[in-house]
Structure formats: C-alpha cells, structure tokens
C-alpha cells in the first residue's frame, strides 16, 4: 500500500545538519511515511550519512544524482512521490514531533488541498517564533483562497506593505502539506533559481493556491526553520539578483494575466516590486559584493532607474509605513543613491544589533528563549 505522506528533502553539502533533520523525520509521531532524500551532488559527508541512516531505516528512500539545484531536487521528488498528501523539509531545518500527525489529521478532518503550520526561527543561541495575529485554526474555502491567500502570496495590500518583514512569511513549502493530486493533475513543479534568484516556494505556492478549493492554517509552530548556516546561498552577494527578480516579476505578471485575476492582484504585484528594492539593495552593499563604493552606488543607481521598478514604486503608497520606511522609499522613488545606501547601511546595522540584543535577552531567559523576530529587514 501506498504510504500516506511523501516528505521531500533536498540535500547538498548539509553534513553538518543532516542527522539531526532526519533524526526528527524518523521519530516524528506519523509513521505512515516515505521519506524521500533527494542528494544532489553532494561533495562532504552527507552521503554516507544517508546511507547510514537508510541501512535501519527503509522508510528512507535515497536518490543520488548530479548537482542541478534545490529547484530540480524537489521536482525529482515529487515525480517518485507515492504519499497522499506531501510535505516538504529542508535537511538543515527540523521538525517538532507531532508536525504531520497535526497536518494530516487536519487535512483529512477538514477535507483540505493545503495545510499549514507556524515556524520558530532558530539562530543557533537563541529561538524565535513567527507569530500571525488570527486564530488557532483558520479556513480558507472557495473564493476566500483566492480573494485571501492568493493575494497575500503575489503581494501585500497597502497596509501589509507597512510591515516589510512579513512579505513571503506565507509563502514557504517546508511548513505545509498539500494534497498529491493536487500537485499532480495541475503539473505542478518548482522552476529553477537559475532563473528567478529566490522565492521559488513562493511562485510554486501561487499555483498550487490557485487550484486550492481549500486550505487550513494551524496557528502553532510546528516547524523549526535553521537561519544560522552561513553556508546558505541566501547569505551570499548575487551578481544576477536584480535580473532575475525582473524574469520573476514577468512570471507573475503572466500569470496574472493568463488567469484574468484582475487590477487589485497587479497592485499588489507592484507591491512586492517595490519592497522587493530593499532586498536587492541589502544585497549590493552587502560585504560579501568586493565592488568599489563607487561602483556599488551604481548598481544601486541602476535597479531605481529600471522602468518596472520605478513604475512599481512610482504607485507605492507609503501612508501606512513608519517614519523610517517613508524615508526608505522618498529615497528610492527620487533616486536618491547616497541617502539610499546609507538607509541601507543603517538597516543592516540595525538587523544584526537587533540579533544580538535578542541572542542576549534569550540568554538570560529561563523558559524556551522563543521571542518574536522579523523574518526579513
């Protein structure tokens, strides 16, 4: 008999992580499982660590294949995946006991295509919990999944764009569990980040939404999110990135469009674009980029003069942001590059003062040290 949750976990290079994320696979509480290890290439140890692990363990299902990315290694999972509902893990993540115990039960008692669950940002010294302000167990039904959950994934309304740091905290696969057929009868895969430099969980997401009838958020944290691998390919300075965030943007612009979803989700589209100015900027000026001073303010100069993002920003209402964001983005809308990329600057001081002053507040914390923390600037 097929089993009833297929767990997809792409692996490169994690030798560090490895154990202790399938160490919480193999003793979550749903044992009605394929876990489905895609190696892609790996070149440490984490090889032998799966091997290991799969001689006591025939839930295990190992895949070796040539490096191509995280893109394709969920794809190869997905098309050997026998579970009626899958969920996907990142090999340097964890999660908490119960997780699909939780996920499954709800999806089948609500009869639901997408279950999701909260997270806790892990840091290594200290704890975070991603809190949402609704309550324990929302549905989502019908048009409410597209009105509701599919507009929060293209982009925030006006006053969600307030909050910068909530931009793609819905759009995660590794905190969900979605129905196979879902996946399968709409030919759903991931596309590769060559492409689109990030946010493929987010792109998968908008299509599997959009032929959702039916998704269930569990307002618990289930899921424990590892942000203190300095090895990530998130950590590290994109030449490529203002390039294939416009592919991105086009994606979903087309998208758009082919499913006639109307003005307000091109709005918030324009949104995303516009937020989406602080991320690049945090990746020009960032230590790891070795360009000149000079030259990093021209690349600054040059994602501000691009005509999709100055159009996007042209339009971005900012009557709901902070003092600080207003200056953020009169800076970026103007062109302004010196006062942009001291802003900048400042906001990258401030996110890792900010780090430090929670590591030590959960230090000196008796209980569990879980304090909120935004996900992005």
């Given at each position: 008999m097929?089993?009833k949750?297929?767990?997809?976990v792409?692996i490169y290079?994690?030798?560090?992580y490895?154990?202790?994320?399938?160490e919480s696979?193999?003793?979550?509480?749903f044992?009605?499982?394929?876990i489905?290890?895609?190696?892609?290439g790996s070149?440490d140890?984490s090889?032998n660590?799966?091997?290991?692990?799969q001689k006591?363990h025939?839930?295990?299902?190992?895949m070796?294949?040539r490096?191509n990315?995280?893109?394709e290694?969920?794809?190869?999972?997905?098309?050997?995946?026998?579970g009626?509902y899958?969920?996907?893990?990142?090999?340097?993540d964890?999660?908490h006991?119960a997780?699909?115990?939780?996920?499954?039960e709800t999806?089948v008692?609500e009869?639901?295509d997408?279950?999701m669950?909260s997270?806790?940002?892990?840091?290594?010294?200290h704890?975070?919990?991603k809190?949402?302000s609704?309550?324990p167990?929302?549905?989502?039904?019908?048009s409410e999944?597209?009105?509701i959950?599919?507009?929060?994934?293209?982009?925030?309304t006006?006053?969600e764009?307030?909050?910068?740091?909530?931009l793609d905290?819905?759009?995660?696969?590794w905190?969900?569990?979605y129905?196979?057929?879902?996946?399968?009868?709409?030919h759903?895969y991931?596309?590769?980040l060559k492409?689109?430099g990030?946010n493929e969980?987010?792109?998968?997401?908008?299509?599997?939404v959009y032929?959702a009838?039916?998704?269930?958020?569990?307002?618990k944290p289930?899921y424990?999110?590892?942000r203190a691998n300095?090895s990530?390919?998130?950590t590290?300075?994109?030449?490529k990135?203002?390039?294939?965030?416009?592919?991105l943007y086009q994606?979903m612009e087309t998208?758009?469009?082919?499913k006639?979803?109307g003005?307000?989700y091109t709005?918030v589209?324009?949104?995303?674009i516009?937020?989406?100015?602080?991320?690049?900027g945090?990746?020009?000026i960032?230590?790891?980029n070795?360009?000149?001073?000079a030259?990093?303010?021209?690349?600054l100069?040059e994602?501000i003069s691009?005509d999709q993002?100055?159009?996007a920003l042209?339009?971005?209402?900012t009557?709901?942001?902070?003092v600080?964001?207003?200056t953020?983005?009169?800076?970026?809308?103007t062109g302004f590059?010196p006062?942009?990329f001291?802003?900048?600057?400042?906001?990258?001081?401030l996110?890792?003062?900010?780090?430090?002053?929670?590591?030590?507040?959960?230090?000196e914390s008796a209980?569990?040290?879980?304090?909120?923390?935004?996900r992005?600037?």
């Amino acid at each position: 008999m097929n089993p009833k949750i297929s767990i997809i976990v792409p692996i490169y290079n994690v030798e560090k992580y490895l154990s202790r994320c399938l160490e919480s696979l193999l003793n979550q509480k749903f044992t009605d499982a394929e876990i489905i290890c895609i190696n892609d290439g790996s070149t440490d140890q984490s090889g032998n660590i799966l091997h290991d692990f799969q001689k006591n363990h025939p839930e295990l299902i190992v895949m070796n294949k040539r490096n191509n990315g995280v893109s394709e290694a969920r794809n190869d999972g997905l098309r050997i995946a026998k579970g009626e509902y899958i969920g996907f893990v990142d090999p340097d993540d964890w999660i908490h006991p119960a997780m699909y115990h939780e996920l499954y039960e709800t999806a089948v008692k609500e009869n639901a295509d997408i279950v999701m669950s909260s997270y806790v940002r892990e840091f290594g010294t200290h704890s975070n919990v991603k809190k949402f302000s609704c309550h324990p167990v929302v549905v989502y039904r019908d048009s409410e999944v597209q009105s509701i959950f599919l507009k929060r994934l293209i982009g925030p309304t006006d006053k969600e764009a307030a909050s910068p740091e909530n931009l793609d905290s819905w759009g995660t696969v590794w905190s969900k569990l979605y129905r196979a057929e879902l996946i399968k009868n709409h030919h759903l895969y991931f596309t590769d980040l060559k492409l689109i430099g990030s946010n493929e969980d987010t792109l998968f997401n908008i299509h599997a939404v959009y032929h959702a009838h039916s998704i269930v958020f569990i307002n618990k944290p289930l899921y424990h999110y590892w942000r203190a691998n300095e090895s990530s390919v998130t950590t590290k300075y994109n030449s490529k990135l203002t390039g294939q965030f416009l592919t991105l943007y086009q994606i979903m612009e087309t998208f758009i469009k082919d499913k006639n979803l109307g003005y307000e989700y091109t709005a918030v589209l324009k949104n995303r674009i516009s937020l989406n100015t602080l991320g690049l900027g945090l990746n020009t000026i960032s230590k790891s980029n070795k360009s000149s001073f000079a030259e990093r303010s021209g690349q600054l100069k040059e994602i501000i003069s691009n005509d999709q993002i100055k159009r996007a920003l042209r339009q971005f209402n900012t009557s709901h942001c902070s003092v600080a964001w207003k200056t953020f983005f009169f800076f970026a809308k103007t062109g302004f590059v010196p006062g942009l990329f001291l802003m900048l600057t400042l906001i990258e001081f401030l996110r890792k003062t900010v780090r430090q002053g929670e590591k030590n507040e959960s230090d000196e914390s008796a209980s569990s040290g879980n304090h909120h923390e935004p996900r992005r600037a």
